[in-house]
């Protein structure tokens, strides 16, 4: 008898124990499945920096062009930089280094500083501060902003309410500020 032309035969010959077979490997499936470790989102810590200047009064084209695009220069120099992303606004400029996973975020935050310090002289004489830098992780930043509005209810209610009502399936951050609640028609 030749065992892989027939591997069937024994399936199709006993078909209520194909079937419980068939059940009790779905079931084991499902099973394990319930106590597999996955994570929704995975827990990766990007080493980024977040690097911050203002100039009073300054239009966007001048903040990007006299305060972003030294300091970008010097920042293309850094090793390890794999994403550099700036944006300019009135008065102020934002520039967001991302690195490799396997780099030192303390040694990148060095390397920033000394690149800010080389950029110095290259940046406005009015500039009132050093631009500033901070170590900030992506992961952190949320998911979803969720403003609750009434114009009979106070904002302090509303937020209770919020808090006992949703509070088990979402995280309820500060409150915001009144004015950041307040819809203007």
Not at 101 to 125: E, G, K, T
């Amino acid at each position: 008898m030749n065992f892989s032309s027939n591997f069937s035969a024994p399936f199709i010959r006993r078909p209520v124990a194909t079937s419980l077979i068939t059940f009790a490997i779905l079931l084991s499936g499902v099973v394990a499945f319930r106590f597999l470790p996955v994570a929704p989102l995975p827990q990766v810590d990007f080493p980024t920096i977040s690097v911050g200047a203002g100039l009073p009064g300054a239009s966007p084209e001048t903040m990007a062009s006299a305060v972003a695009t030294p300091l970008e220069r010097q920042f293309g120099r850094i090793a390890g930089v794999t994403q550099m992303t700036s944006s300019s606004g009135l008065g102020s400029t934002g520039i967001t280094l991302q690195f490799d996973l396997n780099r030192d975020i303390n040694a990148a935050a060095r390397d920033v500083q000394a690149s800010i310090n080389a950029a110095r002289s290259q940046l406005p004489a009015d500039l009132p501060g050093q631009p500033t830098y901070r170590k900030v992780n992506p992961a952190d930043a949320p998911i979803m902003l969720l403003v609750l509005t009434s114009e009979n209810i106070p904002p302090a209610e509303i937020y209770d309410a919020a808090g006992r009502r949703r509070r088990p399936s979402i995280y309820l951050g500060q409150r915001p500020p009144r004015r950041a609640c307040r819809s203007e028609p």
